[in-house]
């Protein structure tokens, strides 16, 4: 569900598959909707995160984003990408 802008996302070990945190993306597989999908999220985009059970974690500071300019289908920089 998308809240002001933002997506919390849920990617613990039983919730993803393929997780890689890279330099520049985060990538992973998830199920939506009995679907399973890949995910590439830019890490500039990333707010925070944390560790619910702990309830601690790291926020990061990330520019507001303007509205974007779609050209077709593909999806301009700090969008959340879904691929089949």
């Given at each position: 569900?998308?809240t002001?802008?933002?997506?919390?996302?849920?990617i613990?070990?039983?919730?993803?598959?393929?997780?890689?945190?890279?330099?520049?993306?985060?990538?992973?597989?998830?199920?939506?909707?009995g679907?399973?999908?890949?995910?590439?999220?830019?890490?500039?985009?990333?707010?925070?995160?944390?560790?619910?059970?702990?309830?601690y974690?790291?926020?990061?500071?990330v520019?507001?984003?303007?509205?974007?300019?779609?050209?077709?289908?593909?999806?301009?920089?700090?969008?959340?990408?879904?691929?089949?």
């Amino acid at each position: 569900y998308v809240t002001n802008n933002e997506i919390v996302l849920n990617i613990s070990p039983t919730a993803c598959d393929s997780l890689q945190l890279g330099n520049d993306v985060i990538t992973f597989k998830a199920r939506f909707a009995g679907k399973v999908e890949s995910i590439s999220i830019p890490v500039d985009r990333v707010k925070a995160i944390f560790i619910r059970e702990e309830g601690y974690g790291m926020r990061f500071d990330v520019e507001p984003m303007k509205k974007p300019k779609m050209s077709g289908d593909q999806p301009k920089r700090g969008f959340v990408k879904v691929e089949d």
